[in-house]
């Protein structure tokens, strides 16, 4: 059956995913493989850096993995958190934020900065706790008055219960000869996250201002209480970021969410909303605006409110692509109407068992996009701009009840990097396909 046939109950589980079809003996679908692939660790994956060394200095930008590519290529983003740990010092401070975690080559990385006097501080959501995070939990603490500690929040953390911890966050106070090091990601620490999903990272380092405002967000996640305001903002010439969670609550009654998100209330639509179609001299494509969307769970009210918009930007004039992962029937419906070029990026689907639960048996795909981006070339708030938005939103109702963090990033060099790579999974017919199918062959490399 495809995707608008099933007449089932739709879910959304914590990583913000959208579910899939619901199959008789569960309810809650997947976002990714619910344990460690069975593949062996490669060469390039086994043998991280443990010695710090004080002239290196992390990658500044954009990192992807390439769950189908080699070794390398799949654990790129992991890869990169993994040197950044092993160049902290004592004294140094690493601070994650993260929804889930199972790998335990970089819990052995953590022990061992924590036994050279690393202060090391973990903050999980707790739909799913791992024999990793409880191993890491023995030797950290979780008295979060320490200099190190790993706990787990009952809600989104910064607003009390309802919603999840959905930010994917490693910071470092110090790393090698860099300073204020933030690593933001559609990744979780998960095996997952390199075999089963295409992610990107992102690395800002040497920005004391913007570390300032991350260590004060970090301090009221790991406190877990309702903290105000919800949405916290920073800003420069090259980036921009925003700390959010958008509702006092999305579970239970959903007129609060229908309401507000009807509107242009919602910051994606916000965000849109600033898009014009006529592009200035310089940017875009003969005269037009470009855009290009690459998002994982976008389904729902939400979704197809977003699709909306996004469907008159096309009718404007603006040059419009678009690929899914979890992308809702009526949404990708909307889009086609417009004629947008909408593909899929979801594979090898089947049975498996859910993240959101160490029991609970769901249908969907086992490989596929994690990514939440887009790119605007052309006229945006008024002026001409080559600028990316990326982070760990989806576009679903789940969202909205997240922490979340959302970057803007400015500028042609970053603009090309994430063009491109929208570019290189619209062509490669490993990543991507028609939209309504559900292929069960297996791109990935934990198949």
């Not at 903050?123 to 979060?144: A, E, P, Y």
């Not at 903290?227 to 959903?254: C, I, K, N």
Request: charged share 25%.
């Amino acid at each position: 059956m495809r995707w608008g046939d099933r007449t089932v109950t739709m879910l959304a589980l914590a990583l913000g995913v959208a579910v899939l079809a619901v199959v008789p003996t569960a309810a809650v679908a997947s976002a990714a493989p619910a344990s460690a692939p069975t593949v062996a660790p490669s060469t390039a994956e086994a043998s991280p850096r443990t010695a710090p060394r004080r002239r290196w200095k992390p990658a500044r930008g954009p990192v992807f993995n390439d769950p189908t590519g080699s070794p390398k290529q799949r654990v790129a983003i992991v890869a990169r958190i993994r040197d950044a740990i092993s160049h902290t010092r004592r004294g140094d401070t690493i601070r994650i934020s993260s929804y889930s975690m199972d790998r335990n080559d970089v819990a052995d990385l953590l022990i061992k900065a924590h036994k050279r006097g690393v202060h090391v501080q973990m903050v999980f959501n707790d739909n799913t706790i791992s024999n990793t995070q409880r191993r890491l939990q023995k030797v950290l603490g979780k008295r979060r008055d320490r200099p190190s500690f790993l706990v787990f929040c009952r809600g989104s953390c910064r607003n009390g219960p309802g919603g999840n911890l959905h930010t994917k966050i490693y910071s470092f106070s110090r790393s090698g000869a860099s300073k204020d090091v933030i690593i933001s990601s559609s990744a979780n620490l998960t095996y997952g996250a390199a075999f089963a999903q295409w992610n990107d990272g992102y690395t800002i380092r040497d920005d004391r201002r913007l570390f300032r405002t991350w260590v004060g967000v970090f301090r009221q996640i790991a406190r877990d209480r309702k903290s105000t305001p919800r949405f916290v903002g920073y800003s420069s010439p090259d980036h921009s970021v925003a700390f959010q969670r958008e509702l006092a609550r999305a579970s239970g009654g959903s007129t609060e969410v229908q309401a507000a998100r009807a509107t242009g209330g919602d910051p994606v639509i916000q965000r849109l909303s600033k898009i014009g179609c006529r592009a200035p001299q310089g940017f875009g494509a003969g005269g037009h605006t470009v855009v290009r969307i690459i998002v994982y769970a976008w389904y729902g009210e939400r979704g197809d409110n977003i699709a909306r918009k996004v469907a008159d930007l096309q009718r404007q004039g603006c040059r419009v692509k678009v690929i899914g992962s979890v992308l809702g029937a009526s949404a990708a419906r909307m889009l086609q109407k417009a004629w947008i070029p909408v593909k899929a990026a979801d594979w090898d689907f089947g049975d498996r068992i859910s993240t959101g639960s160490d029991d609970e048996i769901v249908y969907g795909p086992r490989c596929y996009s994690h990514y939440k981006f887009f790119t605007v070339n052309g006229a945006y708030d008024g002026v001409g701009v080559r600028a990316t938005w990326t982070g760990s939103e989806n576009w679903s109702r789940v969202s909205l009840g997240n922490d979340e963090v959302t970057l803007r990033l400015n500028g042609r060099p970053d603009y090309r990097r994430y063009s491109a790579r929208f570019d290189s999974m619209w062509s490669d017919p490993d990543a991507t396909h028609q939209v309504g199918v559900e292929p069960t062959r297996r791109p990935c490399a934990y198949s």
